[in-house]
C-alpha cells in the first residue's frame, strides 16, 4: 500500500515537471515567434530552432511518458502535460499565421532603397497598412502602420522611422532617377517612378534617398 502511495506521488511530481518545462519552452517559443514580426539577425533565427527542436523532443517524450502514466492511472489528467504542450503549439501556429497574413497581404505599391550593404523598402498594402524594412541579410527590423494615398501623396502615421523615413509625406514621381556611382563613373539617368519624402510645402527632403518603385498595382485596381 505503502509503494502504491509512493509511486502515486513520484508520479506527480514528474507530470508537475513536464508541465513546467512544457511552460517555461512554450512561453519562451511563443515569445520568440512574436518578437520575430519586428525583425531579428539570423543568431535569433537558430535560437529559434534550436529551442522548437528542444521543445519538439521534449513533448514527444512527454507523450509517451503521460500514456505510461494513463496505463498505470487509468486517469485523463494524465495526459495534462500533453494537452499544454499542444495548446502551446496551436498558440505558435496562430501566432505565425497572423504573421504571414500580415506580411504578405495584396500590395498597392512597393518601393526599394539599395544603400549597399544595407536596404530599405516600402511596401503599401491594398487594406491601408504598410510594411518597412531596413537591413540585410543579416537580419532586418520592420516597421508597421497605417496610410492614406490621395492621387500620388502618401501621408503615413508616423513622421520618423529608424532614420530613414524622416517625413510623414511621401510622393510617387516619373522622372530622373540617380543611382550610385557605377565602375565607369557613369550615372543612370533613365526616367523610373520613386517614392520620395517631401516636407508640408512638397519640396522633396532628400534627393539622394529615393525608392524606386519595385511594384504599382494602383491602376489594377
Known sequence: MLAVILEKKETMSSRNSRIIYLTILGTLLAWEQYKSSEGGSVFEGI???????????FLIWTIIKDYKEYVLTKKRTS?????????FITLILSIDFYQ???????????????????????????????IMSNGSGLGESYFYGTYTIKDSIITIDKSSIDNVITS????VRNSQYYLPLDTLNKVDTTKANYF??????GKEINSELRFRVTSDNRTKK
Request: hydrophobic share 40%; glycine share 14%.
Open 47 to 57: 535560437i529559434i530552432l534550436i529551442i522548437g527542436l528542444v521543445g519538439l523532443l
Open 79 to 87: 495526459y495534462l502535460p500533453t494537452f499544454i504542450g499542444l495548446a
Open 100 to 130: 504571414d497574413r500580415k506580411m504578405n497581404a495584396k500590395s498597392l505599391l512597393t518601393g526599394y532603397y539599395d544603400g549597399g550593404f544595407n536596404g530599405f523598402s516600402i511596401d503599401l498594402k491594398e487594406n491601408g497598412t504598410y
Open 168 to 171: 510623414d509625406r511621401l510622393v
Open 196 to 201: 520620395t519624402q517631401i516636407d508640408k510645402q
